[in-house]
């Protein structure tokens, strides 16, 4: 997918605007996802308090440039808006498509302190895994109940994740990933969950098992809205979706080093004038809209600025403008990394307050079943 952004308008105060938000004015057309997540953000902006948000990654690596524009700086605006957040690591996912979740605890303490880095304040949001919380994952077999085999064998983004899986076959775990999922946003009743393009599939499974749990043993839940950034679909250095396990990353700890290495290798194309036009040259386009969303400017505006400068003076801009825009971000990860004691109390006492949630909830859906005995 390229990296499209919307030019949806948008009621937030400036203050509280998404990531990105001055690249309103592009020419990608909206999405109804994007329409819908412009009539969020008006809501957003009259009263954020009404919205519970959950939303997490996979521990398979380093947290890259495409979540904290896609899905992370949402979160920190969120929660500083007055929502409710949580933030889920999704470590039996990384299950779906691997044999063995190689360096988890490693990658788990990584996670956190990226969230910490960020702006992620844990009086305020819940950070934790989801493999802490027994009475979340035990949603599982009521919700698995309510989707059919084929619904899951169609889903896109499970096609796609099997596609670039690590593995010979398909467990069964990569199936049932969406309805994890359904799981893990509805353990806490969360309505909004912010998240990048892939993941709207995903969002939609939990929306119909919201809707079918209803119908069949009353309201229990919430149907929760997706909520897209500007950069709904960020490129990685080789054109394709930015990913942890596709090795074409830039990773938020970086350093400013790696980060010129990373983005000197990126691909790009064989005509000179830099433009912005997603559609047509994705990897160039990809390039300009990081540095437009470092810098918080019109992208169309930053490519005429380089214009005849090219791929060289396109790759310099991107650069500097990445560089300083984590710089801050960077030094308080390297502060963090240098106290893994209280990285790892503030994940402790998010697991604690996500299984207390959880084992409610669990509750809850036992008595709509009629399984109190
Ligand atoms: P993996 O390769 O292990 O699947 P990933 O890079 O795809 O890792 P996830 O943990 O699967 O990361 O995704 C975490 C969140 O970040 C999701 O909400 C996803 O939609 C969002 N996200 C991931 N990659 C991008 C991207 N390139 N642009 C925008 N959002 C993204
Ligand atoms: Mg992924």
């Known amino acids: ?25 592009s020419l990608a057309p909206m999405s109804s996802a994007q329409r819908r997540s412009a009539m969020l953000e008006a809501e957003i902006a009259r009263d954020a308090s009404r919205f519970r948000i959950l939303t997490g990654d996979r521990p398979t690596g380093a947290l890259h440039l495409g979540h904290y524009f896609g899905t992370l700086a949402n979160r920190v605006r969120l929660q500083d808006l007055g929502a409710e957040v949580f933030v889920l690591i999704a470590d039996y996912q990384v299950l779906t498509d691997r044999d063995v979740a190689g360096r988890l605890d490693d990658h ?14 844990p009086a305020r949001t819940v950070i934790f895994a989801h493999s802490a919380a027994p009475a979340l ?14 619904e899951l064998q169609r889903n896109p983004t499970v096609k796609d994740e099997i596609a670039h899986s690590r593995q010979s076959s398909v467990s069964g775990l990569m199936f049932t990933y969406p309805v994890h ?17 892939d993941q709207l599939p995903h969002v939609e499974v939990t929306r119909m098992i919201a809707r079918r749990f209803a119908e069949r043993y009353g309201p229990v839940f919430p149907v929760p809205d997706a909520l897209l950034s500007r950069a709904p679909a960020l490129l990685g250095t080789d054109g394709g979706k930015m990913s942890k396990s596709r090795g074409n990353a830039i990773a ?9 290495r990373l983005i000197k290798g990126a691909k790009t194309d064989s005509i000179r ?23 918080d400017r019109d992208p169309a505006q ?7 400068g090219g791929a060289s003076a396109l790759k310099a801009t991107v650069t500097e403008a990445v560089n300083e ?44 079943m009629g399984m109190i005995y």
Do not use: H, W
Not at 278 to 294: I, M, T
């Open 1 to 25: 997918m390229t990296a499209a952004i919307t030019g949806a308008p948008t009621a937030a105060p400036a203050e509280s605007r998404p990531a990105g938000s001055r690249l309103a004015g």
């Open 108 to 121: 788990v303490m990584g996670l956190a302190m990226d969230y910490l880095a960020i702006g992620i304040d």
């Open 137 to 150: 994952n035990q949603l599982l077999l009521p919700f698995l109940s309510l989707v059919s085999v084929p």
């Open 181 to 197: 999922q359904a799981a893990d946003i509805l353990f806490c009743k969360a309505n909004l969950v912010p998240v990048g393009a």
């Open 252 to 260: 938020i700890s970086a350093t400013a080093d790696e980060t010129a």
């Open 273 to 295: 004038p830099v433009t912005y036009d997603p559609a047509a040259r994705p990897e160039v386009s990809s390039l300009v809209l990081l540095a437009a969303l470092c810098l």
């Open 302 to 308: 930053v490519a005429a600025e380089i214009g005849d």
């Open 325 to 368: 825009r984590f710089a801050a971000i960077r030094a308080r990860r390297a502060e963090l990394a240098g106290d893994p004691g209280y990285v790892r109390r503030i994940v402790r006492e998010g697991n604690a307050r996500a299984s207390e949630i959880a084992n409610s909830t669990l509750n809850e859906v036992r008595a709509a």
